[in-house]
């Protein structure tokens, strides 16, 4: 840790590690899909968080599990949204959950992967808790700080979308054959 954080900094993010770290690395796993991705994720919070510590910025942290999976959640998104692994993973989860069958998750991996590229981050996040997580609404909710109604606009939004957008492929698909 730099030297520039006071003993009882290093001491509380030291403690805020051993206590919550495996909340970062549990959501890294569940997201990413293997342990070096969790642990890189957990390195990259953390990281974060000794350059808001030095720069003397506070973390909101009345319930820090909570807060460390929000984060992980978002910075996992991102990594996701910005690899191309994305692919693979997003749509391995989610193609059998939305289009309601195991055999066309293999089929159509890169498509429904390059449709959820195409959506709002708010849109992409909820689709992830409802469908992978399977958070309830109110869960959604409380982890994207939001009513639980727009979480419902939000899951209403990111489907039409997905369709729509599958409906252009399958039609660019059957005219091109």
Do not use: K
Request: aromatic share 4%.
């Amino acid at each position: 840790m730099p030297a520039t954080l006071s003993a009882d900094s290093r001491a509380a993010l030291a403690r805020l590690y051993r206590d919550h770290g495996y909340v970062v690395v549990l959501r890294g796993r569940r997201l990413l899909g293997s342990d070096a991705e969790a642990q890189e994720l957990l390195h990259d919070v953390f990281d974060t968080l000794v350059q808001r510590a030095a720069a003397g910025e506070s973390t909101p942290m009345d319930e820090p599990a909570a807060w460390l999976y929000a984060v992980a959640t978002r910075r996992a998104l991102t990594r996701i949204r910005d690899s191309s692994r994305r692919a693979h993973l997003l749509a391995a989860q989610l193609a059998p959950m939305l289009d309601g069958s195991p055999a066309a998750s293999t089929g159509r991996a890169a498509e429904l992967a390059d449709l959820l590229a195409q959506l709002p981050a708010d849109e992409l996040r909820a689709i992830v808790h409802f469908h992978v997580d399977e958070f309830t609404h109110d869960e959604i909710a409380a982890q994207l700080g939001c009513s639980r109604r727009h979480v419902g606009n939000l899951l209403g939004r990111g489907r039409q979308a997905l369709h729509a957008l599958a409906g252009a492929i399958e039609e660019e698909t059957h005219d091109a054959c």
